[in-house]
Structures are given as structure tokens and as C-alpha cells.
């Protein structure tokens, strides 16, 4: 970031310039973690796509390289689309990704098909030269397939009979599917008779990703992994709704079936990994650490003008190491990786802060727009929170009704960032405790309403809500700001939220940070915590 450029981030993956969407063939090989990404390399809005290339040590740090691959073949001369890496063996680290292309043999004219690609050199630890086999196509659509909606292949397992096992995302009628294929040297696929999953009346299932999960415990397991004390996760990318969404389940993999854990969360294909922005992500086994790695695409708020403009378009979220939820078993926690903490600086630590009715308190001895804050608010006195009945279907409209700066009973209450000192710009992340049907829910919000002096901006707000059981007796929120994008992470990693904000007051070090209670009702915090961040090196 700088003056002319205050959008820029310090600690969030971006390209010099131009546009970047989706992440692909997230692995970690040799001691570096890699990095691909949708990007067009000659403006800042989409098209020309290509997979740009970035390595590191600690995903904090990245070093762009040259492009890993482009637009040069008959099968992908319109773009280079989304697919994933598998490392096969030892010293074989490959990639699938989507072909993009015009071809006369087409029903459609327009095809999708995928192709492989595999490293010139793989003993080069940075893997920066990568080669488009022969045998390309490896596969086109299916006949009972539209050949647009065929796209997007998965990282590759081992089945229980030893063949690779690889999805694909696709369409059929009005049904979301994720097309199941086999193939014994990685090269020859064929279809499996039927999909993994699908599920009807869902648009467009882009970017599936398919991995194993410890029941218990938060590291991660290599993809092939399956059998006792594993479970699944299956997540799709909705090209009508721009969520990503998952189900927690098992993979039996003798019979090639995906059973959801709960039938009725399956129905609307699942929860949310975010309730904000955040599209087409990936996961990987970080064999270094044990753990899995979540990364999603973070687009803009702001128009594509303004994007011409700045010269650029997008951000990759910070990476999420993820975990089985072990109260429920049937979702997830998400919590930003360790590696986040060496960028600390200078903090500030709070106790035991009564907020009054209506306060609002400058947090002072941090100020700025690269920021993490811990904060942890004592329960309330439960018997005053009104009666609302709020689910998965109208959370975010009651989050956009309610706004931070409402006057309700146990709440609104939270942070406000990337705040003006005449408070005119704010990013209110909040808490709104309510007595729901089945008990207390408690509204996580992100109002984005007043981000912004600016116009033509989607100020759109996010929400979702966490149950709050009977031995729960406080709310957390961490927050991680950094200069336009703020990514809130409730009751350590049950409900995420990221949002993208263009102040123009609330600037360079012209950021402030508040605590806030809009309820009638006091509540106290217990701890806040909250520390400048340092810049993370991207060249
Ligand atoms: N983006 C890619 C596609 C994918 C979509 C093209 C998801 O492969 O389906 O840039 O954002």
C-alpha cells in the first residue's frame, strides 16, 4: 500500500498487477509451499487466463515467478482454467487443470476439457518450468454433458482398489454435480458410472474439492487417507450464488459413494466456508506441518472501473489452517495459520472493560489499517435478549437490518475498524444475542454499510449466527484487517466472514479502532488483545 495505492494490502497474497481469481495447485514440495492462480496478464478485469506461479516458506512471504502455464495449445487458447496439483509419487508433482477452447468438433462451439501438465525439471524445488503432455486432452465432456460445464479437476486420490479417483465439477439440467473419474496411470481416465454427489436445483458446482479430516484433533491428513477416525469433506463453488459450500460426510471407497453426515444440511449443499466474500477455494495437506490448508479468492467491492483505475483486481484470503468442529462433528473450524503471529508488532491489552449502554471506546496505543485483534466479550445477562427467529435462510437480511449503529437489547455489540476519528467510516463486526427458536443464537455480522465515503461500492452486509450452549460463557471475535479486506473469524473459527472496504478517511495511519456496545444491556470485555501487523514480503 501507499499513498496513491491505498487499497493495496500488506500481508495478503496479490500480484504486482492486473486481474487474479481463483487459486490452483496449492502443494507443498520440497520445503515450499506453491501457489498457482488464475491471472490475465494484460489487464485488470478477466480474460486471457493463465496460471501465474508463486513459492514460499512460510505462505507469508511469496516470491512470484514466471508463468506456469499459458494459452498456447489448440485445447486451451482461450485460457488456462482452474484444476489442482497431485504429487503422484516421490519426485512427481503434477497439474490438471481446464483447456478453454474454440473447436470446430464442439456441440457448442466452446469446450471445455482438461489437460495435464508436468514439470521440466522436478528435482527443482521451485518447479518453474512446467510442460503440457502429449497426450493432451486427457478427457472432454461426457456426451450427456454440456462441454460449458465441465470443468475444474480435483486433486487426485487413491481408491481403495489403488486407482486414482479425481472429480470434476459439472451440470445437468437444473442439477449441481461433481463428475467422478478413475484411471490407473493418471494419464487414461474413465468415468465411474456415477457422480460423487449432486444435488438438485443448485447452480453450476465449480472449483469441487474432496479431502479427508481427522474426527478428532486439528492436524490434517494426506488426501489418499480414508478408513477409521477419518471423515470427509466435500466442498463445491456455486456459480449462481458465488459461495463456496461443504459437507461433512463419509467416502466410502469401495462403492464410490459420498454420504452427507446430515441429510438436511446437505440439502442446501451445506454450510458455508464464509459468510463474506471468498470463491473457489482449495484446500491442501501441508505435509510439513500436518495440517490443511484452506485458501479462497477474495474479490473486489468496488466496480470494474475502479479496477481499471488502480490497476488491479482481487486478493487470495489469508490461508486457514482447518479442522473437524468436534462439538458438532458435522462442520468445521477455520482458524488463519500460526506463521500470521511473526508479523506482530507493537500490541495492546485490555481486561475487564465494562461497556455501558451506547459506549464506544477507542482502543488507543494501536492504530492503522494492518491489524490483528483478539477479543473476548463475557456472556450478558441471557434473560434479556429478545425473542428472533433467525436461520440459515434470513440471517443475512436480519444482519443488514439490524446495522451496528440500531439500538437493540444484547447488542449490537463488537469492533469497529479502519475507523475515521469523526467515526463517519467504519467496518462494524458485531454481536447480536438473540432467543431463538432452539435457543440462543448469537448474530455475527460484518456491516459494511458506512466502510465507505465513497460511492458505487457493493456495501452489502454479511452475517451468520453461532448457537450458544448452556456451558458457553463467553463471545470471541478475531479480526484481521488489512488496509481493504477484513476477515472475522467468531467462537474460534465457527463462523468466518471476509469483506472488502475502500475508505477514504479512514486511511494509511488515519485508522482507528473502537469497542462499541448499541445495546441496551451492558456487556464486558473480558480480553481484547489486538497488535500492529508488519508487511509481508510479495516480489
Ligand atoms: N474460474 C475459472 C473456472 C472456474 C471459475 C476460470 C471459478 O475454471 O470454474 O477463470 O471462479
Redesign the pocket.
Known amino acids: 500500500a501507499s499513498q496513491s495505492q491505498p487499497y493495496r494490502t500488506g500481508f495478503h497474497f496479490q500480484p504486482t498487477k492486473n486481474w487474479m481469481?481463483?487459486p490452483n495447485g496449492l502443494m507443498f514440495y520440497k520445503g515450499y509451499y506453491h501457489l498457482f492462480y488464475?491471472w490475465n496478464p494484460y489487464a485488470a478485469v478477466?480474460g486471457n487466463?493463465t496460471w501465474g506461479h508463486a513459492v514460499s516458506t512460510d505462505m507469508l512471504n511469496w516470491r512470484i515467478l514466471q508463468l506456469a502455464l499459458v494459452p498456447d495449445q489448440w485445447y486451451d487458447l482461450y485460457?488456462c482454467?482452474?484444476?489442482s496439483a497431485t504429487i503422484i509419487g516421490p519426485d512427481k508433482p503434477v497439474l490438471l487443470y481446464?483447456g478453454?477452447s474454440n473447436v470446430s468438433f464442439s456441440r457448442d462451439n466452446q469446450v471445455?476439457m482438461q489437460a495435464m501438465a508436468v514439470p521440466e525439471n522436478s528435482s527443482d524445488p521451485l518447479l518453474e518450468k512446467w510442460r503440457k503432455i502429449e497426450e493432451n486432452p486427457i478427457l472432454v465432456a461426457p456426451t450427456d454433458i454440456n462441454s460449458t460445464k465441465f470443468?475444474?479437476p480435483t486433486e487426485a486420490w487413491i481408491a481403495s482398489d489403488g486407482k486414482w479417483r479425481m472429480l470434476i465439477?459439472a451440470k445437468r439440467k437444473n442439477r449441481g454435480l461433481a463428475l467422478l473419474y478413475k484411471s490407473s496411470d493418471f494419464v487414461h481416465w474413465e468415468q465411474a458410472k456415477h457422480p460423487l454427489h449432486s444435488v438438485p436445483r443448485t447452480g453450476?458446482w465449480?472449483?469441487p474439492d474432496l479431502y479427508p479430516i481427522l474426527v478428532a484433533g486439528k492436524n490434517g491428513i494426506e488426501t489418499s487417507a480414508n478408513g477409521h477416525g477419518v471423515m470427509h469433506v466435500l466442498k463445491v463453488?456455486l456459480?449462481d450464488t458465488k459461495h463456496d459450500y461443504y459437507t461433512v460426510g463419509t467416502y466410502v471407497s469401495d462403492t464410490d459413494s459420498f454420504l452427507p453426515a446430515n441429510a438436511a444440511l446437505d440439502a442446501g449443499i451445506g454450510l458455508q466456508y464464509d459468510y463474506g466474500k471468498f470463491?473457489?477455494s482449495k484446500t491442501f495437506y501441508d505435509s510439513g506441518k500436518g495440517r490443511r490448508i484452506l485458501i479462497g479468492?477474495v474479490n473486489e467491492s468496488s466496480s470494474s472501473e475502479n479496477d481499471i483505475g488502480k490497476g488491479w483486481s482481487s486478493l487470495q484470503g489469508f490461508p486457514r489452517q482447518v479442522w473437524l468442529d468436534g462439538d458438532t462433528k458435522n462442520s468445521l473450524l477455520q482458524w488463519p495459520i500460526e506463521e500470521i503471529e511473526s508479523l506482530r508488532r507493537k500490541s495492546v491489552s485490555l481486561s475487564n472493560v465494562p461497556l455501558k449502554a451506547g459506549s464506544l471506546v477507542e482502543v488507543r496505543g494501536v492504530e492503522g489499517t494492518q491489524l490483528d485483534v483478539e477479543v473476548e466479550f463475557d456472556l450478558p445477562r441471557m434473560d434479556l435478549a429478545e425473542a428472533l427467529n433467525v436461520d440459515a435462510s434470513n440471517v443475512q437480511v436480519t444482519c443488514s437490518n439490524l446495522g451496528a449503529s440500531r439500538h437493540g437489547a444484547l447488542g449490537p455489540f463488537g469492533l469497529l475498524v479502519l475507523a475515521s476519528d469523526d467515526h463517519v467510516e467504519q467496518t462494524a463486526l458485531f454481536f447480536y444475542i438473540v432467543a431463538s427458536e432452539h435457543g440462543w443464537k448469537a448474530l455475527v455480522c460484518s456491516d459494511q454499510s458506512r466502510s465507505s465515503l465513497a460511492r458505487d461500492l457493493d456495501k452489502t452486509s454479511y452475517g451468520s449466527y453461532v448457537s450458544i450452549s448452556q456451558r458457553e460463557t463467553s463471545l470471541r471475535l478475531r479480526v484481521l484487517v488489512d488496509h481493504s479486506i477484513v476477515e472475522s473469524f467468531a467462537q474460534g473459527g465457527k463462523v468466518c466472514i471476509t469483506s472488502r472496504v475502500y475508505p477514504t478517511k479512514a486511511i494509511n495511519n488515519k485508522a482507528h479502532l473502537y469497542l462499541f456496545n448499541n445495546g441496551t444491556a451492558s456487556v464486558q470485555v473480558r480480553n481484547l488483545l489486538a497488535w500492529e501487523m508488519a508487511s509481508a514480503k510479495i516480489d
Open positions: 481469481n481463483d488464475q478477466w487466463i485460457g482454467w482452474s484444476g481446464t478453454w471445455q470443468r475444474d465439477g453450476m465449480e472449483c463453488s456459480d470463491y473457489a479468492w
